[in-house]
């Protein structure tokens, strides 16, 4: 039996970071970023930075809180809910990932004073050259990588890599894409050569363990967000008065809303499930990570759809916040995998486990 129900310190994680997004970053705030092209919030950083954010998840020795991912998803989950700015849980990432390996870097990604962006391997080609690695080729939906100091770039396939490279050494441009609430990149590397010392793992578990969780990250990231748009929701059909009546009051509206929820509780579900089973280094926390992030890429579409038909017209305008969670929540059903790439992820840890246990 799976314990969902949180800590008294879980609890009161989500709650502070809540209530300090609702005071540092209002939508007005969020805009405000998108207006002046800039890729974080430096206020929000600092307060963020200072709420133990970028360390949550770093041990102790390394300068970090010692939690898991588990609570990185509380705090993405109230980023996703606010449509946060910033390369907050790329950055708690890379401090983990360092403290687990070679890294000297651990202690000031923790502290906020280095951010990191994460690659998904993707198109990227490594080689060996001497008693050094070289990558080449182009990563898509880079979030935030202008404002990074590091990449943390996590290669799965026959020869697994974790690397922590410097942004310095690669070359990077920004795209115009459907979220406005996060920056994203194209980031070129043009034979870049990686050090022994960047080099943080060579170990499959270990390259799959940061793709997982990104992937449960960015479904945590979406659970906010259609919470958010849920919320809007039920506030605008509570008051908005059609035929005399308020619009909740009809069944096809309640209907809808009845839908959101269900979808955003299997999503709940999901993603805390995948996130207890990596904090546990459990066998299957490959195949929980992307069941979740299948179910947010399938369900948030359906989720935000409905948002905005319950709206309306109104929702479609500029000024109405509603298109900024639903930009993100439809951009997070995208990056760190589509359901067609998890489920068939799905399908080959199921593969693997059944021929194990034939062959044991």
Same mark, same amino acid.
């Given at each position: 039996m799976v =314990? #969902? +129900?949180? %800590?008294? +310190?879980?609890a009161a994680l989500r709650g502070i970071s809540r209530d300090l997004l609702a005071s540092d970053c209002p939508p007005r705030s969020v805009r405000s970023v998108v207006e002046a092209g800039g890729d974080v919030d430096d206020k929000l950083w600092d307060r963020g930075v200072r709420m133990g954010w970028t360390g949550l998840a770093t041990p102790e020795t390394a300068g970090g809180a010692g939690q898991g991912l588990v609570e990185l998803c509380l705090v993405a989950e +109230?980023?996703? @809910? !606010?449509a946060a700015p910033g390369p907050f849980v790329e950055t708690a990432l890379a401090s983990w990932a360092a403290a687990r390996g070679t890294a000297p870097l651990a202690s000031e990604l923790a502290e906020g004073r280095l951010k990191a962006a994460f690659v998904h391997p993707g198109s990227l080609a490594v080689r060996r050259a001497g008693q050094?690695?070289?990558? %080449?080729? @182009?990563? &898509?939906?880079?979030?935030? !990588?202008?404002c990074a100091d590091l990449l943390l770039v996590a290669v799965t396939g026959e020869e697994p890599y974790v690397l922590l490279v410097p942004t310095s050494a690669v070359r990077t441009e920004r795209r115009t894409t459907l979220d406005l609430t996060r920056s994203w990149y194209d980031v070129l590397f043009d034979d870049v050569a990686v050090a022994g010392e960047q080099v943080l793992? &060579? =170990?499959? &578990? +270990? !390259?799959?363990?940061w793709v997982d969780a990104m992937a449960v990250l960015t479904a945590a990231d979406a659970l906010g967000a259609g919470e958010r748009l849920l919320e809007m929701t039920v506030g605008h059909v509570t008051v908005r008065e059609q035929f005399g009546r308020p619009l909740g009051s009809f069944q096809a509206v309640k209907h809808k809303a009845a839908d959101m929820l269900i979808a955003l509780r299997g999503l709940r579900a999901a993603t805390y499930y995948a996130a207890l089973a990596h904090d546990a280094e459990h066998e299957d926390a490959t195949a929980a990570a992307s069941v979740a992030k299948a179910f947010a890429s399938e369900n948030l579409p359906h989720v935000a759809g409905e948002a905005l038909q319950s709206? *309306?017209?109104? *929702? #479609?305008t500029w000024e109405h916040d509603l298109h900024l969670f639903l930009r993100r929540a439809t951009v997070d059903a995208l990056v760190h995998g589509t359901a067609a790439h998890h489920h068939e992820r799905v399908l080959a840890h199921l593969e693997h486990t059944r021929l194990t246990r034939r062959a044991a």
């Open positions: =314990d #969902f +129900e949180l %800590s008294e +310190e879980q +109230e980023l996703g @809910r !606010a050094s690695l070289v990558l %080449s080729g @182009r990563a &898509t939906a880079v979030h935030a !990588a202008g793992a &060579t =170990d499959p &578990t +270990e !390259a799959r363990r709206h *309306g017209g109104i *929702g #479609f």
